[in-house]
């Protein structure tokens, strides 16, 4: 069935749980969806899973619509998020219109995601009011990992706390459809999620209190183990069977037991032979 940004607003009103997972190339893209996943997001943290960045810092809009594009082509049915990139919407509400649009018109996306609270939101209601859905993003944001100081919860304390609340409210009220909350209490997130009437909350780190959850492929596949953040849990151990599989194809090759017959094509021998006769 196709999903859109309307799957969000009916699974918020009838408290239905949403999934969502990365992806970054057109052969992922399709398996989740073959296993039916409620969206996919064509996060920045490519930078990190699939270009061996430390941080999402140095991802383009180029890198984005790139693979943004594979994506919808192995997704064509379901929601697709584009993250927009460090300081692709930072700069100015021209420069952020322009790269949401690019990422919808070249990337082929269906919405934008946008790291930032209350502060952004006046930018974010012009994007939305252009017709480009936007996913807020609060909690911890990885493009401001600098200001942060590393990759820790956010919201603990009182005043931090309720700049969470309000930033969601007020992207909310900016007309998000959604709203990320990364790493975050799993109590503060449940009652953010209780009172965002229709943006639905999408957690990843946050309890399974939020309407929706996301996680990088990669992580819950098994697949990436440059760090393992406590919330990630292994679905299965696709790094390990990759391992293994490739050690297979090495000793099959190395012992001349692959390819084997079935796997070869045929020549008829006469035309073997005169070709043997001819290049002799
Ligand atoms: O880039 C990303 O993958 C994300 C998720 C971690 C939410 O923003």
Redesign the pocket.
Known sequence: MKTTVTTYFDAKKNHEKLTML?AYDYSTAKLLAQAGVDSI?V????GN?MLGYDD?LSVTVEDMIHHCAAVKRGAPDTLVVC?MPFMSYQTSDYDALVNAGRLMKEGHANAV?I?GGAKLAPRIKKIVDAGIPVCG?IGLT?QSINAFGGYKVQGKSLEAGKQLVYDAMALEEAGCFAI?L?CVPFDLAAYITSKLKKAAT?G?GAGNETDAQ???YADMLGMFSDYVPKFVKHFAEVGKEIRIGVEEYSKAVKSGSYPATEHTYKIDAEVLQAIKDATK
Request: no cysteine; glycine share 4%; proline share 5%.
């Open positions: 990365t997001l996060g920045d943290s490519l899973v999402t993250d995601k790291e993003h990885p990320t990364e999408i990843i996301v996680l990088v």
